[in-house]
Antibody, heavy 121, light 108 residues
Framework: EVRLVESGGGLVEPGGSLRLSCVAS????????MHWVRQAPGRGLEWVSSIIWNSGSKGYAASVKGRFTISRDNAKNSLSLQMESLRGEDTALYFCAKGPYSSTWTYFDYWGQGTLVTVSS | EVVLTQSPGTLSLFQGERATLSCRASQTLSSNYVAWYQQRPGRAPRLLIY???TRATGIPDRFTGSGSGTDFTLTISRLEPEDFAVYYC?????????FGGGTTVELK
């Protein structure tokens, strides 16, 4: 059974930093693209970032480019999102999601339950 | 950026009725690279359809995806109680992935 468990969310002041983590199990982690998707309270889904199997290619939404960094550790079956210069509009539930392929980001076939990030003073 | 517009915003239907959800793209999507997700309250999204019309593993056949070019549709043939939820379309024809704003299917 595919399982994705996020952690690291919390309350942070504007301008602050936070690091999210996602631990995967139930599949061969280094065979697949991984993603972060977020959902602001009461709002829709927004793609944040993607990383291919060997970290050789990464993608970011314009809203986070230059502030967020995605990374993965295949030895530990883990995905991370380092978030810097946080803003109120970054407040959201952050989902870790798996893609169906190794080198192309497409759709999201499995999702975690999310970790909540609140940016507020 | 490819903008996806979903309509209607809310669909009020009875159990057993047919639901038709629309997703329109701001530009032609190559290879019909559209997926659909269901999100129940307090839950993570669940993949229903990918490549415009292929059902994901374990998805009942009352869910059907169709469309091409700029216009895509998700049809639920007969609404079951667990189908009342929010539905999102998503495109992956561009490397900047985008979602539609969602359609809420509510019990009338």
């Amino acid at each position: 059974e595919v399982r994705l468990v996020e952690s690291g969310g919390g309350l942070v002041e504007p301008g602050g930093s936070l690091r999210l983590s996602c631990v995967a199990s139930g599949f061969t982690f280094d065979d697949y693209v991984m993603h972060w998707v977020r959902q602001a309270p009461g709002r829709g889904l927004e793609w944040v970032s993607s990383i291919i199997w060997n970290s050789g290619s990464k993608g970011y939404a314009a809203s986070v480019k230059g502030r967020f960094t995605i990374s993965r550790d295949n030895a530990k079956n883990s995905l991370s999102l380092q978030m810097e210069s946080l803003r109120g509009e970054d407040t959201a539930l952050y989902f870790c999601a798996k893609g169906p392929y190794s080198s192309t980001w497409t759709y999201f076939d499995y999702w975690g339950q999310g970790t909540l990030v609140t940016v507020s003073s | 950026e490819v903008v996806l517009t979903q309509s209607p915003g809310t669909l009020s239907l009875f159990q057993g009725e047919r639901a038709t959800l629309s997703c329109r793209a701001s530009q032609t999507l190559s290879s019909n690279y559209v997926a659909w997700y269901q999100q129940r309250p307090g839950r993570a999204p669940r993949l229903l359809i990918y490549d415009s019309s292929t059902r994901a593993t374990g998805i009942p056949d009352r869910f059907t995806g169709s469309g091409s070019g700029t216009d895509f549709t998700l049809t639920i043939s007969r609404l079951e109680p667990e189908d009342f939820a929010v539905y999102y379309c998503q495109q992956y024809a561009s490397s900047l992935l985008t979602f539609g704003g969602g359609t809420t299917v509510e019990l009338k």
